[in-house]
C-alpha cells in the first residue's frame, strides 16, 4: 500500500513542478514583451531617415525606471491627447534651450549635434531661451522642417512622467532591422 501512495506523491510533485515551470515561464515572457517589446509604429516623416514613416521600432520601457534620458536618446512620450510620438531629446531638466541663426544652444553654448541631425530654421518657442524645469526635457525631431516637437506650444517642455521609454530597436521593414543608438 505505502507503493501506491509514494507513487501518487511522486505523480502530484511532478504534475507541481511542471505546473510552477510553465507560470515561470509565462510570467518571464510577459515581463520581457512589457519590458522591452511594445511596438511603436512611427506616423509621418519627423524622426527620417533615422525612423521614415511606417516604421515598427520596439520601445525599452525600463530604461527610465533606472536612469533618466540622455542628450540625443530616441525617446517614446505620450502627448497630452493621448497620442505616442517619438522624438530625441536635445534639453536637459534645469538647462536653458534657445535657437538661433538655425542652430541650437544649449545654456548659451552651441550645441555640438552628432552627423546627420539637419538645422533648425524654424526657432518657435525656442526664438527666446526656454527654461526647462527640473524634469522637463526638449525635444525635436531629426525632420526639423518636418516635425511638431518642442519648438511649438502644442507639445511644448515634455515632463519626465511623460517619457513611456527609449527607442531601442528596429522591427520593420524587415530589410533594415537593426538596433537603433543613441548618437
Keep these: 500500500m505505502d507503493f501506491y501512495h509514494s507513487e501518487d506523491n511522486n505523480k502530484l510533485r511532478n504534475w507541481v513542478n511542471w505546473f510552477v515551470d510553465i507560470i515561470v515561464v509565462i510570467a518571464f515572457a510577459w515581463f520581457l514583451v512589457y519590458a522591452y517589446g511594445t511596438q511603436i509604429v512611427i506616423a509621418g516623416n519627423s524622426m527620417s531617415p533615422l525612423l521614415p514613416s511606417e516604421d515598427v521600432v520596439l520601445m525599452d520601457r525600463l530604461s527610465y525606471d533606472f536612469g533618466r534620458p540622455l542628450r540625443f536618446d530616441v525617446v517614446v512620450f505620450q502627448r497630452e491627447d493621448q497620442k505616442m510620438n ?14 538661433k541663426n538655425d542652430e541650437i544652444y544649449i545654456d548659451g553654448e552651441k550645441l555640438k549635434e552628432p552627423e546627420g541631425l539637419g538645422r533648425v530654421s524654424l526657432s518657435g518657442l525656442a526664438e527666446k531661451p526656454v527654461k526647462l524645469e527640473e524634469d522637463e526635457y526638449f525635444l525635436l525631431g531629426d525632420n526639423r522642417d518636418s516635425s511638431e516637437d518642442s519648438r511649438f506650444s502644442n507639445i511644448g517642455n ?26
Excluded: A, D, N
Design 86 to 99: 517619438v522624438k530625441r531629446v536635445i534639453g536637459l531638466p534645469g538647462e536653458t534651450v534657445q535657437i
Design 158 to 183: 515634455v515632463s519626465g512622467r511623460q517619457i513611456q521609454g527609449k527607442v531601442w530597436f528596429r522591427m520593420r521593414p524587415f530589410s533594415r532591422m537593426e538596433l537603433i543608438r543613441s548618437k
